[in-house]
């Protein structure tokens, strides 16, 4: 029984107690959130293009199979059960079929491609789920982009603990309609209601880490920390996805993924304890200021264009390698695995460096290499050829994400109230405009110029504004701001640059008439 006592006073939940305001768990509940939303965005590329080929490839065989049924001849019902039996003779059927015999080669010939190559004709068929794919992808970003000015002052009104809970209540239910849905329709509609809950989750997030990590370099490795969460699930989900949708099925991937967003679920319910209404202390600036400041939108601008370049890629890189490689499905999603792989280095990398380097440089020189990165794409002749153009775009993406998220709340800081919900929206609303213009567009795009041109586009648009992020080299502070922060008897608005103590509670113990 003491052995028991032991066990229990050490148990997880009792760690959990002690470090439930921890600055670190809460930076683990928001990496995992991230994490998770992200493979859910990510593990459909390989998966929603080749099962929607599949489906609508189906769906027309069997209009031309019903169209050929009256063309068949009067004669027994021998003949029309051996049309539908690929493993059967032609040979064999009535002297009535007799003149159906010199198709035998060409009805064999076509049985290789039923194999596991994966080889569609490139024909308007293929061409059309650029398209459907595009929308499809894009509905997520699109709600999300309208969601997000509503979430940014809820949580300023509520706290971030209830938005970030319903976040994963929605993706949960959102995963569970990905694993059943078998249509068109109800696909959309769960790509949809996923945006829901991203917005959710990444805003709350990403303003609960700027409020307990106020120092300028804190916060900026925390955020990084974070975006790696985002950097692994999107360099799990591709592969996951197309792995498990070559071997297992389309539902098994979806079904995985929401056994464990139960489980992050649990740890948020226990340590965020959503139930609590925690408003903000002090009234944030409004959403429409936010919007109004140049050097705020310059940030936005930087990680949507950078972004949009990857969001492009996802639904028409697929369809191209199906059009020019003939990959095999799971190919589909390991091409992606540079990129991921680069993105996660590079948030790590710059999360630190960033600083050092100034983030405004960082930022510049990211989107240079996106967009020549992406210009080197439509090179590549196999998968192989897509390693190094892929890697370069996941790299770069991972520089100006790591520099232009801290930098919104330090532009909060130093022009306005350091309330970060609403700034954190307006990221997340560039972030989404990428995602939600990218595919929608860029299917469009690939279908009617080409995919080379698609890439050639975007990759001259990221090029083209990275010299705007030289203003984000010092930017000027708002006088007023400027004023309260020389003031040595104000400690209510020196909290966001205060280095002292690391604990949760920091600023509230703060003494203002204490020596520095």
Known sequence: MGLFDALRDFSLL?????????????????????????MLLTVVVPIIPS???????????SVRNHSMSPLSPSGTFQSIVSLYDNTTRLTDF???MSTASPMTPKHTSVTPPQDKSDCPKADDQLLNENVKVGLLFASKATVQLIT????????????????????????????????????????????SLQGVGSSCSSVAGMGMLASVYSDDEERGNAIGIALGGLAMGVLVGPPFGSIMYEFVGKTAPFLILAV??????????????????????????????????????????????ANMAIAMLEPALPIWMMETMCPRKWQLGVAFVPASISYLIGTNIFA????????????LIGMVLVGVSILCVPLAKDIYGLIVPNFGVGFAIGMVDSSMMPIMGYLVDL???????????????????????????GGAIARSIGFPWLMTIIGVVDILFAPLCFFLRNPPANEEKMAILMDSN???????????????????????????
């Not at 139930?275 to 944030?284: A, D, I, R």
């Not at 429409?288 to 601008?301: N, Q, R, S």
């Open 51 to 61: 099962y929607l080929y599949s489906v609508d490839d189906e769906a027309a065989q």
């Open 148 to 191: 997000n000015p509503f979430i940014g002052p809820l949580t300023n009104r509520i706290g971030y603990q209830i938005p970030m809970f319903a976040g994963f209540c929605i993706m949960f239910v959102s995963t569970i309609m990905f694993a059943f849905s078998s249509s068109y329709t109800l696909l959309f509609l769960a790509r």
């Open 14 to 38: 009792t760690w959990l107690r002690e470090e439930r305001q921890s600055r670190r768990l809460i930076l683990l509940i928001v990496f995992i959130a991230l994490l998770l939303d992200n």
């Open 352 to 363: 630190v460096l960033a600083h050092k380097m100034g983030r405004w440089l960082c930022s």
């Open 415 to 441: 022009r306005h109230v350091s309330v970060y919900g609403s700034v954190y929206a307006i990221a997340d609303v560039a972030f989404c405009m990428g995602f939600a213009f990218g595919p929608s567009a």
């Open 490 to 516: 104000c400690s209510m608005k020196t909290r966001s640059y205060s280095t002292q103590g690391s604990s949760y509670q920091m600023d509230d113990d703060f003494d203002p008439e204490s020596p520095e």
């Open 94 to 96: 009535s002297p009535q």
């Open 260 to 305: 464990l967003a139960v489980l992050d679920g649990a740890l948020q319910l226990f340590v965020l304890q959503p139930s609590k209404v925690e408003p903000e202390t002090q009234k944030g600036t409004s959403l429409i200021t936010l919007m109004k400041d140049p050097y705020i939108l310059i940030a936005a601008g930087s990680i949507c264009f």
